[in-house]
């Protein structure tokens, strides 16, 4: 770790210049680095106030035991004492109001604040003073957090774990730590939901993932049992085999607001770092190197958790073994319907009951597969099954052709909206049926689609690919813009990306529909391919590197 130290302090001075720039000169002011937007509030303060205190702290650190820093940390407590609400509750201004969770969340890093004052606070009653600011905030937010409520599944463990330090922190005030424990219990009682994969309910492999595993870490920091490190550490496997090929973390199963966000692992680098030191095969430790390295020597602005870092001796010490993420991964993740593979030449995934349902990546070169089928208000295939192999898998959905029939029985009104539709019998005259087999090839994919039953459906293939790339053959040459497409009737197209080429064909264009009714997914950032028959149809369609 003694090479990374540096770089990891480095990005806490950057942040905590950041903190001293924002601070309104106006004591009184509500803007000590604490706006999200054009809303002031008190999280953002309070995360920036660790921070700084760890490299107040830290003996080479350019801010080490600078008094302009420590009154500026003080004058912020101030802030945030002031946004606290007579409840002990804080706002996430933007929508949560008197949140337990945010105040949780909060919480996270005070005590983190409160702990680097006590492990290295020898400036007198300065330190003791700020200790005795910290203390008072923590116990009313603490109050908040017991009483209060919760929205996601991830709240519930930010609340734990918030109640359980603070059990422990306040535990000779007996009455309230009893009571802090209890509600903890409660929450605990639910169970954690995370199946035997190491999946979390809300599949956010780009934040939510992370704000557990740090909940787990803390619950198993405070009662000693074993078993919450082991939710933490199982996750953290399964997030070895959500890593693409540009060392990207793949989110487009995620249910939260992380959904196709492309992000580096940064975030669990201290998570992978904390496992790496309870103990562990060389994975973790592995993959928390590659983290940080790749971070430093991208240029990026390293992870901010100095201050965690700070706290724990062990991490401080650490000295990597090893360093790189899962060569190759097969794994079929039966309960979120999820197939994660990764080759030599590429990675895919496939997503059962997503309309966006195959993705293929080589390199940072993303594409990904749908099908238009406009029946009804049907506007695309969605798997509702998938059969997984030792060489991909088999997709396939039927779906009925419909018309409501008239009601047999008067209704009581003639206003539309008021009658039960329900209760109308339907006529069902065709059933379409799609299957499509995807296949490995050793360059890439191999799609066979078959669709029938339902005569003269204007059916889709649709290969959506980044906006910028070029597109070509022998006959043309061009730009792929957002928002643009085209039909490829005949033969391959050569897609590159930099110095990536892909390789994609052969095409089919019998009509000319590309959708045009109300609900239609339109792909605005990227380009689409589209080849298009009517059924029955059956064709083979291949996604290679080159």
């Known amino acids: ?60 650190s350019r801010f080490y035991r600078n008094e302009a820093l420590f009154d500026a940390i ?53 330190t003791e003073v700020l200790k005795r600011k910290y203390l008072v905030i923590m116990h009313d937010a603490l109050k908040a957090i017991r009483d209060g409520g919760f929205h996601t599944p991830n709240h519930r463990w930010g609340i734990t774990a918030a109640l359980m330090q603070g059990a422990n922190l306040f535990a000779e005030d007996e009455a309230f730590a009893d009571s802090l424990k209890k509600r903890a219990a409660q929450y605990l009682a639910e169970g954690v939901d995370e199946d035997e994969d190491g999946e979390y309910a809300e599949r956010s492999t780009g934040n ?34 959500y890593i693409d090929p540009d060392d990207t973390i793949f989110t487009q199963n995620s249910s939260r607001q992380d959904k196709g966000r492309a992000e580096y692992a940064d975030k669990y680098f201290y998570q992978y770092l904390y496992a790496a030191c309870l103990g562990d095969d060389g994975v973790f430790d592995s993959a928390a ?16 958790c100095f201050p965690v870092i700070m706290t724990h001796d062990e991490m401080m010490k650490h000295e990597f073994t090893g360093y790189g993420f899962a060569e190759s991964y097969r794994k079929y ?20 009951g997503k309309s966006s349902f195959l993705f293929f990546k080589t390199g940072s070169t993303a594409v990904c597969v749908k ?20 060489q991909g898998c088999v997709l396939s959905e039927a779906f009925d052709s419909w018309y409501y029939l008239h009601f047999n029985e008067p209704q009581n009104t003639s206003d539309w909206w008021e009658m039960d539709q329900t ?9 379409l049926n799609t ?34 790339t070029t597109v070509e053959n022998e006959h043309f040459y061009m730009k792929a813009e957002a928002g643009s497409g085209m039909i490829l009737r005949d033969g391959c197209l050569q897609v590159k990306d930099g110095d990536r080429e892909l390789v994609m064909g052969p095409g089919f264009g019998s009509h000319e529909f590309k959708g045009h009714y109300s609900g239609e997914e339109v792909n605005d950032s990227g380009f689409t391919v589209y080849c298009n028959e009517y059924t029955p149809l059956e064709k083979v369609f291949k996604i290679c590197v080159k």
């Open 74 to 126: 003080n004058l912020a407590c101030g802030f945030v004492r002031r946004m606290q609400r007579e409840n002990g509750s804080f706002d996430y201004p933007t929508c949560n109001f008197q949140s337990a969770a945010d105040t949780s969340f909060c919480f996270k890093r005070l005590i983190l604040g409160y702990r680097l004052l006590e492990k290295y606070g020898t400036d007198g009653d300065r």
């Open 289 to 304: 190197h590659k983290i940080v390295k790749d971070n430093m020597e991208r240029g990026d602005i390293a992870p901010d």
């Open 423 to 431: 209760k109308r019998k339907k006529l069902l005259p065709e059933r």
């Open 333 to 352: 993740f039966r309960h979120s319907g999820v197939l994660r593979v990764k080759k030599e030449e590429y990675t895919y995934t496939v997503l059962n």
């Open 208 to 241: 939510y993932n992370a704000v557990v595993n740090n909940a787990m870490f803390a619950i198993g920091q405070e009662t000693g049992e074993e078993l919450y490190y082991d939710y933490a550490r199982k996750n953290l496997n399964m997030m070895l085999l």
């Open 1 to 60: 770790m003694k090479r990374y130290i540096k770089h990891l302090m480095k990005g806490a001075e950057i942040r905590t210049d950041h903190f001293l720039r924002s601070q309104d000169k106006n004591p009184e002011s509500l803007q000590y680095g604490g706006m999200h937007g054009d809303v002031a509030e008190a999280k953002t303060t309070i995360y920036h106030m660790a921070t700084a205190l760890s490299v107040y702290f830290k003996e080479d």
């Open 371 to 390: 099908i238009g089928e406009s029946c009804c208000e049907k506007r695309n295939f969605v798997p509702k099954t998938m059969e997984v192999n030792e």
């Open 435 to 468: 299957r499509l087999e995807i296949r490995e090839l050793p360059e890439g994919l191999e799609l066979h689609l078959k669709a029938d039953g339902l005569k003269g459906l204007p059916l889709r293939l649709e290969i959506c690919i980044p906006a910028g």
